[in-house]
C-alpha cells in the first residue's frame, strides 16, 4: 500500500510541476475567474470583437506571485502612425508604453488575467484585462463580471490612456450591433430590485462608444444610440429596459401592445417578478403622485401583499399566473396610449414594474 501511495505521490508531483511546460510556450486563461488553477491551449474569442493574447511562458521558474512559471503577453496599437504597447508580465503586471519607450499606464492587476483585444473591422482599438468571477457557470447573461477597459486616444495630438473598470456584455446584444465608423459594446449594469436577494446582477445593459479618437463614451443621447445599434433585436426584457432608460414612452407603448405575449413569455422564462416598493432610489419629480397612482393600478389589478406572499410560499420566482398576466394584458391594451411612462409600468408591467422602474436611473436619492 505504501508502494502505490508513493507511486500516486510521484506522479502527481510530476504533473504539477513546471516540467508539464515549456519555455516559449502559449498559455491562456479563457477569463475563468481571477485566480485560476487551470491552464487552456487555446484563446477566448468572442464574436469577432475580442480576442485572447497569447500568455507566453518565459521562465521555468516561480514567478512573484507563486505561480510555477513566468509569462509575458503583449499586443500593440497603431493610432495614426504611432505605436502604443501594452505588456502584461505574469498574469498581473501592465505596463502601457509609446514607441519612444515612454510609460503611459502602470498597473497591478488585482487577479490573474490576460490581455483581451478588443477589435473593430479587424483592427484592435482597445484592451482589456479581468475575469469572469464564475466562469460562466452562473450569471452567464455577462462574458466578464469585471474588465478593466483601456482606450488609446489622441488628445490634441497627444496620446492618452482613458480607462473604465466594467462588467463586459458582448454575446447577449451582439446581434443588436449596427457596424459603424466606432464600435458600441455594453456594460452589463445590476437593476436593483426591493431588496439585495431580488437584485438582477449584471442583467441590465449600459450602452457605450468606443473609439481612438475620443476614447469612451458613456454619455450617448438615443438618437445617436438608434443609429448604431438595432434595440429591437435585444432580447424583449433588455428592449424595455433600454427604451425605460431613455424614457421613449411612445415606442414603449407600440413594442408593448405589438408584442405582449412575447414580451411576457421573455419575462416569465428569464427574469424573477418582483413588484416595485414605490421607493425611488433617484431623483424624481412628482414622487408622491406617481407612487400614489401607482399603488391604485396595483390595487384595481388586485396585486395585493397576500397575493405575493403566496407566490413566494409556493416558489413562482419567475412566471407570473396565466390568469393574472391576462387580467394585466386586458388591462394594458385598454388604453390606446400613454403618455407619462410610470403610467405605462403600472398598468403594463405591475409585476416586473422594479425591473421597468429601477432601469430608468438617474441621480441618486440621497
Known sequence: MRKILGIFFIITFWINTSNAFEEGQNVY???????????????????????????KIVKLEES??????????????NLSGKKITINLSNFRDVVII?????????RRVSGATSIYEIKHQGKVVAWGVGWHKHCKEGYAHVDFTAFRLFVPHLDDGEIKI?????????????????DSDTLI????????GNSGASTYYYHGASFFEVDNKNGINFDLEFEELNKKIDIYKLN??????????????????????????????????NYWWDVWDGYFIIVIENENEIVNKFLETLKKLSITYEKR????????????????????????????????IFELIGNC????????VHSIGGEPNY
Not at 475563468?32 to 493574447?53: H, T, V
Not at 459594446?185 to 436593483?192: C, E, Q, S, V
Not at 396565466?322 to 386586458?330: N, T, Y
Request: hydrophobic residues 35%.
Open 236 to 269: 424583449p426584457a433588455l428592449i424595455l429596459s433600454t427604451l425605460a432608460k431613455y424614457k421613449q414612452v411612445a415606442k414603449l407603448n407600440d413594442y408593448t401592445k405589438n408584442n405582449f405575449d412575447k414580451i411576457y413569455e421573455d419575462l416569465n422564462n
Open 29 to 55: 486563461l479563457n477569463a475563468c475567474g481571477s485566480d485560476p488553477n487551470k491552464y487552456f491551449n487555446s484563446p477566448l474569442i468572442i464574436n469577432n470583437i475580442l480576442f485572447e493574447a497569447p500568455n
Open 64 to 77: 512573484k506571485y507563486e505561480r510555477e512559471f513566468q509569462t509575458l503577453a503583449t499586443s500593440t496599437i
Open 98 to 106: 509609446n514607441e519612444k519607450g515612454n510609460t503611459l499606464e502602470d
Open 185 to 192: 459594446l455594453a456594460d452589463g449594469i445590476n437593476i436593483n
Open 349 to 356: 408591467y405591475p409585476w416586473h414594474s422594479s425591473w421597468m
Open 309 to 340: 406572499e403566496k407566490l413566494y410560499e409556493a416558489k413562482l420566482y419567475y412566471a407570473v399566473p396565466k390568469d393574472e398576466v391576462e387580467v394585466v394584458k386586458k388591462n394594458c391594451l385598454s388604453n390606446d396610449g400613454y403618455k407619462d
Open 162 to 178: 482613458q480607462n473604465k473598470l466594467i462588467k463586459l456584455k458582448i454575446n447577449q446584444v451582439e446581434e443588436a450591433l449596427i
